[in-house]
């Protein structure tokens, strides 16, 4: 750190600084760093000017104590008097380099950078493909309440492994595209917590109960078995809300009664119902 009052300690580390800018500087991911690092450096060299003046004043004032190895005075007191005058001329020269820097800075202050055209490839290929979330199982209740349970002793990352048991892939997929229980962002309540793993999305609210894992679904832009009256609008789907009929306004489907509107649409078999096993299987002494 500097001193500012130490010129020994001061310039010591003004020197490491520049050899470590030295070998920075090599090179420029970003070549619009370029012109942040010049105004450090016309500041530098602003300053090294002033250094300069006094370390040639240093030498002046104290021109009388100066002596040569023999000790003649004379022969010292000149060339105090020589290194003041170079030093006087380098801090000179050093008033063109700062103009030209200056110039330097101002030119490349009006430069847009762009990336290049290979990075702006891999930009392309690397965007994210649009996508919406489906419903793979909501509880609610007593059924929800043993869920933050396992949260609570093993973490949500086993509750998310318990939850997967409702997911029966392309089948699961099927119904919720069916139903509506397909969402343009993973539905969250004020108060829930949201933990990710992988394509799986688990909601749960720790103190009013309603736990909800959803799975990534690409958004098709053409897929036909998805209308976009059935998918539900996040901010419409908090604390649970499932499908919208597309006969009934947005305005009319309440949460109580969205999971019941629909709830007799399947008739073989209800995806979102818990599989008919026991979660005791595994040693937790729990069912859904």
Known sequence: MPTYHDPLQDAAEASEALRALAHASRVFDNPADTYRVLGDLLSGV????????QVGSAHLLHRGRAHDDDGDQAIGAAEALAAADDLHHAGTLLDGVEERVNT????SGRI???APAQELDREAVSTEAPRRWISVVFLQGAEADEVLDLIDRDGPDAAIEHLRNWDYGEETTDAALENGYVYDEPPTGQLDRTVIDGDYTLTYNPFMGPVNLLRSHPAAMS?????ETDVVLAR???SGVGPLDASTPRTAVTPASARTQQ???VVERDWFAGPARSYGSAGRGMSL
């Not at 330097?104 to 030119?107: E, I, K, L, Q, Y």
């Not at 897929?223 to 209308?227: E, F, G, S, T």
């Open 104 to 107: 330097a800075m101002t030119h």
């Open 223 to 227: 897929d036909p078995d998805l209308d």
């Open 46 to 53: 602003r300053s090294l000017r002033q250094v300069l003046d």
């Open 263 to 265: 709830g007799s649409a």
């Open 112 to 114: 847009a950078w762009h």
């Open 236 to 238: 419409e789907a908090i």
